[in-house]
């Protein structure tokens, strides 16, 4: 699942090809959003031109770099845990540089310097092209730190490495920042102002990865709706651009057309989508394309309405419901997805009662569930008291992961019959016979192999599913590869 933190990949270390005259070795792991991981390829390239290539044994590290997420405290746990690690390793190797990226070094800034003592540098997300004149320091013996947040740096210029790739999909960053300010959540601490990058740089990094081979693109942002080029500039200021500005603005339902116009044989997803954000033109413009996969990441975070506001989301549960139908009656084959939090401060037996049926009637393909967790710094924390008690909030989340699963099977099921485009990404994990891959709706598929190839889109017939995973058998190629 493209947006968020796959449990499978969290902490992985990155590798890329080597570059002859490089010297040093980095080792670099990333926790939290795919937004991340996506990062953590931006820092791998901007290290690869100043003498690092990348290593997986943390053992043979010069440097170790951890990108990090602050969104739920359990995050920083398990990174506080990787510190000690890495501490171990520093005793057998006293040369070894560590730093600190991403939002928790956001977040923490200089305090990580004095309370992780093995901890050398602390680099924000939007000071990743310092890091050359930060090593530089640190190799002279000194902490270094920037953490300073930016108003237009998307790394638009940069062309990242890909890391792990399996060569097939790949991660397009179109957006960085949020400027939502939902009252439980850190992002726009860490993240920064919103801030979209330039359409033409987009457009050459998917021409690139084209060229080698990608298959699928997912555009990536924290609200990739509201994403809105003019030249420059924050978003909030776009009502202060020239006429000029405004007529030649480039609106995401607009990149989007572009997108999938300009490379008819590749797929696109984006991630992730805010209610508030999502209009018409774009399910039209998903509508309009076979190539945009039908699969809508909407996060809702509650079914009361009441709750919506407490936590300064800008719809009611009936907007939110409008949306949905509007959805379904232009797309009527998409799958969506939900975030929800249970137990947020006043959260009653009643609102999350409100929760459960807005899911039996939205009829979520997936879902990413969590329990509430106080955010340090957010309005949430500063305002109001996380009065329910823990175990409610497991119960409550329970009931809602539970109810998650039964909806998501009715959907899987729903596909059992249908001849389905999937494109084919790796071998299945349980048996080297067969291909694994998705449909347009991101449900995972897997079928015996026979001649077909990793990187090709192949017609499957559902014949059997299980909770999350469609079974089936090719049938040919998609018209896609003609
Ligand atoms: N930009 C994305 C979300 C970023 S965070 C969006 O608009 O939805 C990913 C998810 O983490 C959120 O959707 C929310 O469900 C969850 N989350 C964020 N802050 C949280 C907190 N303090 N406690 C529990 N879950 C949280
Ligand atoms: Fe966070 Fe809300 Fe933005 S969940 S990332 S503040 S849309």
Not at 81 to 92: D, G, S
Not at 114 to 136: F, R, S, T
Not at 282 to 305: D, F, R, W
Not at 402 to 426: H, Y
């Amino acid at each position: 699942m493209e947006k968020v933190i796959d449990e499978n990949k969290q902490g992985q270390s990155l590798v890329l090809d080597q570059k002859e005259g490089n010297t040093k070795k980095l080792f670099i792991e990333s926790y939290g959003c795919q937004m991340n991981f996506s990062d953590s390829e931006i820092v791998a390239s901007i290290l690869y031109e100043n003498g690092y290539n990348t290593t997986q044994n943390l053992e043979d590290a010069d440097l170790v770099l951890v990108n990090t997420c602050s969104i739920r405290d359990k995050a920083e746990q398990t990174i506080r845990k990787r510190l000690e690690k890495y501490n171990a390793v520093k005793k057998i190797n006293p040369s070894m540089k560590v730093g600190v990226l991403g939002c928790m070094a956001e977040r923490l800034k200089s305090q990580f310097l004095e309370e992780e003592k093995i901890v050398d540098m602390v680099v924000g997300p939007d000071a990743y092209k310092d890091l050359p004149n930060l090593l530089a320091e640190v190799e002279e013996g000194r902490d270094a730190i920037n953490v300073i947040l930016s108003k237009e740096e998307t790394y638009g210029d940069i062309s990242p490495v890909r890391l792990n790739s399996n060569g097939v999909n790949a991660f397009v960053s179109i957006t960085r920042g949020c400027d939502n300010m939902c009252t439980f959540c850190v992002v726009p601490f860490t993240r920064g102002r919103e801030r979209s990058r330039e359409p033409q740089s987009i457009i050459d990094e998917i021409q690139d990865l084209y060229d080698r081979g990608f298959k699928e693109v997912t555009l990536l942002g924290q609200n990739v709706d509201s994403y809105l080029w003019y030249g420059g500039g924050l978003k909030k200021d776009f009502d202060k651009a020239t006429e000029m500005q405004k007529a030649t603005s480039v609106d995401f339902a607009q990149l989007l057309d572009k997108c999938a116009t300009l490379f008819p044989k590749m797929r696109f997803r984006f991630s992730t989508s805010n209610p508030q954000d999502m209009h018409v033109e774009v399910i039209e413009t998903m509508a309009k394309h076979h190539n945009i996969c039908k699969y809508i990441h909407l996060p809702v975070q509650s079914g009361s309405t009441r709750i919506l506001q407490e936590m300064n989301r800008q719809h009611t549960r009936e907007e939110y419901i409008a949306l949905i139908d509007k959805i379904y009656a232009i797309i009527p084959d998409i799958s969506l997805s939900q975030d929800m939090i249970a137990g947020f401060p006043t959260e009653t037996e009643e609102d999350h009662q409100d929760t459960l049926s807005l899911m039996e009637y939205v009829k979520y393909d997936f879902g990413f569930m969590f329990a509430y967790s106080e955010r340090p710094g957010t309005l949430a924390a500063r305002k109001m008291e996380d009065d329910v008690p823990e175990e409610v909030k497991k119960r409550r989340l329970n009931e809602i992961i539970d109810l998650q699963q039964r909806i998501g099977l009715e959907r899987t099921q729903r596909f059992i019959g249908q001849e389905v485009e999937v494109l084919i990404e790796k071998e299945s994990k349980r048996s080297d016979a067969h291909w694994s891959g998705r449909n347009s709706q991101n449900t995972v598929v897997v079928f015996p192999k026979e001649n077909y190839k990793v990187g090709e889109f192949v017609m499957v017939k559902i014949t059997d599913c299980t909770a999350a995973t469609l079974i089936g058998e090719a049938v040919g190629y998609s018209e896609i590869m003609n």
